[in-house]
Antibody, heavy 119, light 113 residues
Framework: QVLLQQSGPGLVKPSQTLSLTCAVS??????????WNWIRQSPSRGLEWLGR?????????DYAASVKSRITINPDTSKNQFSLQLNSVTPEDTAVYYC?????????WGRGTTVTVSS | DIVMTQSPDSLAVSLGERATINCKSS????????????LAWFQQKPGQPPKLLIY???TRESGVPDRFSGSGSGTDFALTISSLQAEDVAVYYC?????????FGQGTRLEIK
């Protein structure tokens, strides 16, 4: 059974960096058939895919254009986890953040982390 | 970006009756080389993450009751619940995984009439 365990702070100040981690069990971030995604959900923006990292002989990243200048998704192979960093946050980045595995379609999701951007 | 538009926004159906949710993509999500539609359906209940129901437009995820079915191709898709149960009350989303960014519909809220 694949499980994704999210961790990270629920409150971030404007202009600072949002950092979340997603620990993977039951699969490997090195899987050659999976990608590791971050998605967020807010009342104003709905469900929004942010980006992914995946390994196909080397590491690749894809990011949504809406956040491309501010986002980094990195694998941590020593801990079998991956992370999200979103820089220069504003209140518009307030949302529930999810990590998810995809094998084309997103079949396993983390439980979500509510992140509020506020001073 | 591919825009996913669901209809209706909300739907009330009697227990045991059929519920149908529609999803239209702004461009085709059918990949001609493998004849697969890159379209998934999710169910989301309050306080929970989305749960995968259907992928490749019509393949039911393991463990999903067979009253859930997906249909359609190209740009027009549907999710049908053949006989609504109380536990099916939720918000339903379609999502395309054809091209970056992988976009979702706005959601359809399904309630009991």
């Amino acid at each position: 059974q694949v499980l994704l365990q999210q961790s990270g702070p629920g409150l971030v100040k404007p202009s600072q960096t949002l950092s979340l981690t997603c620990a993977v069990s039951g699969d490997s971030v090195y899987s050659d058939s999976a990608a590791w995604n971050w998605i967020r959900q807010s009342p104003s923006r709905g469900l929004e895919w942010l980006g992914r990292t995946y390994y196909r002989s080397k590491w690749f990243n894809d990011y949504a254009a809406s956040v491309k200048s501010r986002i980094t998704i990195n694998p941590d192979t020593s801990k079998n986890q991956f992370s999200l960093q979103l820089n220069s946050v504003t209140p518009e980045d307030t949302a529930v953040y999810y990590c998810a595995r995809s094998r084309f379609y997103m079949d396993v999701w983390g439980r979500g982390t509510t992140v509020t951007v506020s001073s | 970006d591919i825009v996913m538009t669901q209809s209706p926004d909300s739907l009330a159906v009697s227990l045991g009756e059929r519920a149908t949710i529609n999803c239209k993509s702004s461009q085709s999500v059918l990949y001609s080389s493998n004849n697969k539609n890159y379209l998934a359906w999710f169910q989301q209940k309050p306080g929970q993450p989305p749960k995968l129901l259907i992928y490749w437009a019509s393949t039911r995820e393991s463990g999903v009751p067979d009253r859930f079915s997906g249909s359609g191709s190209g740009t027009d898709f549907a999710l049908t619940i053949s006989s609504l149960q109380a536990e099916d009350v939720a918000v339903y989303y379609c999502q395309q995984y054809f091209s970056n960014p992988y976009t979702f519909g706005q959601g359809t809220r399904l309630e009991i009439k």
